[in-house]
């Protein structure tokens, strides 16, 4: 009895908390990102809001504040699914990629180094992407110091690698490289074999498995599979060590016990192997998934649930999410991992929920 009271009480102690705050977005705030788009040394946000096809940007101060920037939004184009930011005209700036949903098309849009963005000239950008785009991944795949870009082409099995001219455009219809069976939602990039290019990983949904695709350093890339449990969704890359984490996509679930987020060890070759699964009991609709420094966060889109894991132990906040968008990093310099969440339900107002790690 005595060790199980003690049991317990390390989980409370050891489950991470939370202080929270919430800030404006726009209309059906969707995908979210971290990152310094002012040259102040301080992260900032930037969520792209879905109903409103706009782009929201708050800038931090470092200590955990964040107001607008300056400017009217700027326009996302239709349905923005998914962005990523990188310098794709060779500025100094960053700018952001987003891929437009239900239609074949990327936009890019140039940041000014003061938190505001405008569309590229000829931006949008046609992918031969069937049916349409869904995620995409931002690097320098084919070796020549200009941005590409990788989106899904689910319907062929398949992602398109679009080259970049380092002017803000990008050369389509892009280049096809085969994946697993139904690349649905997401494709992340890293350097998973640390040998200084930018490789690529896909969520199969239809084979139960993830495709790690391996750069040449020419835009080619060498292609393997890993079980990444059944329906595999949405996949988080831990940038520190190359790890994977993805979750399921429950609509296809039949047996509970199958709700799991999936961890693949790399082993820094480019291999994965699987480590201990965690549960996701009680999440409904498993939509998307953060991971850094061996910190994992999982929103559940249906129940409005957070699922936070560290070091194998869960924490469950309640937070609006609804179908929305989910970033995680230290974002008032204090060495610990925060939270920002979009709030894109029906019962809230639309805003991003901040959670800062105590």
Not at 284 to 291: L, V
């Amino acid at each position: 009895m005595k060790l199980a009271f003690l049991f317990v009480a390390w989980l409370l102690f050891a489950a991470p908390s939370f202080d929270r705050i919430t800030v404006p977005a726009g209309n059906g705030p969707g995908s979210v990102a971290i990152a310094d788009v002012n040259h102040d040394g301080h992260p900032d946000i930037v969520a792209v809001n879905m109903d409103s096809r706009t782009l929201t940007v708050l800038l931090g101060d470092g200590r955990g504040h964040f107001h607008a920037a300056p400017g009217p939004p700027c326009p996302t184009g239709q349905s923005p699914n998914d962005l990523a930011f990188g310098d794709f005209n060779g500025d100094g700036n960053i700018d952001i990629a987003i891929a437009n949903t239900e239609v074949p098309l990327i936009t890019i849009l140039l940041g000014d180094g003061k938190g505001g963005f405008r569309p590229s000239e000829h931006s949008p950008f046609t992918v031969d992407s069937h049916p349409h785009v869904h995620g995409l991944a931002v690097a320098d795949f084919t070796g020549d110091a200009k941005l590409d870009v990788v989106t899904d082409d689910w319907g062929r099995n398949q992602v398109r690698l679009l080259a970049g001219d380092g002017a803000g455009n990008l050369i389509g219809p892009g280049k096809p490289f085969a994946t697993g069976k139904r690349p649905y939602q997401r494709v992340r990039t890293a350097d998973f074999n640390r040998d200084g290019k930018p490789d690529l990983v896909t969520t199969n949904l239809d084979d139960n498995t993830v495709s790690i695709l391996l750069n040449d350093g020419k835009g080619g890339f060498h292609s393997a599979a890993y079980p990444a449990g059944v329906f595999p969704w949405a996949v988080a890359v831990d940038e520190h060590n190359g790890d994977l984490a993805v979750i399921p996509y429950d609509r296809d679930i039949r047996d509970p016990k199958q709700l799991l987020v999936t961890v693949l060890i790399n082993d820094g070759e480019g291999s994965f192997r699987a480590a201990k699964p965690l549960s996701l009991a009680g999440c409904r609709g498993p939509d998307r998934i953060a991971s850094s420094e061996g910190v994992i966060a999982v929103t559940c889109a249906s129940n409005s649930k957070l699922f936070v894991f560290e070091g194998g132990t869960a924490s469950v906040l309640d937070v609006p999410t609804g179908w929305s968008g989910l970033a995680i990093g230290d974002l008032n310099g204090d060495g610990k991992i925060d939270i920002v969440v979009a709030n894109n339900t029906q019962d809230t107002p639309h805003g991003l929920t901040i959670l800062f790690g105590k």
